[in-house]
């Protein structure tokens, strides 16, 4: 299992634009093979951050779903002004591989 998790952060009252701009890529990626969960949340203390939050059954899924370039997906021929997203500012996002899942 993949996790891709972390925070990306905007200007300061942007977020709701770059979460409207991304508002799909939620329904793309759930609807992908071997997506088990999606989210990019607005972070409910600081403004201008945005929490990231993926979970994939396998490297091959997430590639997958990377590369088939739908809006808001972060592909070397798509320009976040292009798709009318604010610019993000920085950000650390990180993925994890999982070797063993059991209830908290």
């Not at 203390?45 to 997430?62: A, C, F, K, P, T």
């Not at 592909?75 to 908290?104: C, F, H, Q, W």
């Amino acid at each position: 299992m993949i996790i891709i998790a972390g925070e990306l952060h905007v200007a300061a009252g942007e977020r709701d634009r770059y979460l409207a701009a991304v508002a799909d890529v939620a329904r793309q990626a759930r609807a992908a093979d071997g997506c088990l969960d999606f989210v990019q949340a607005a972070d409910p203390l600081v403004d201008g951050r945005i929490n990231v939050y993926e979970r994939w059954e396998s490297d091959e899924d997430l590639a997958a779903f990377r590369e088939s370039g739908g809006p808001g997906i972060e592909t070397p021929e798509i320009e976040m002004p292009e798709i009318g997203m604010p610019e993000v500012l920085g950000g650390d996002v990180r993925k994890y591989r999982i070797s063993a899942v059991e209830a908290p």
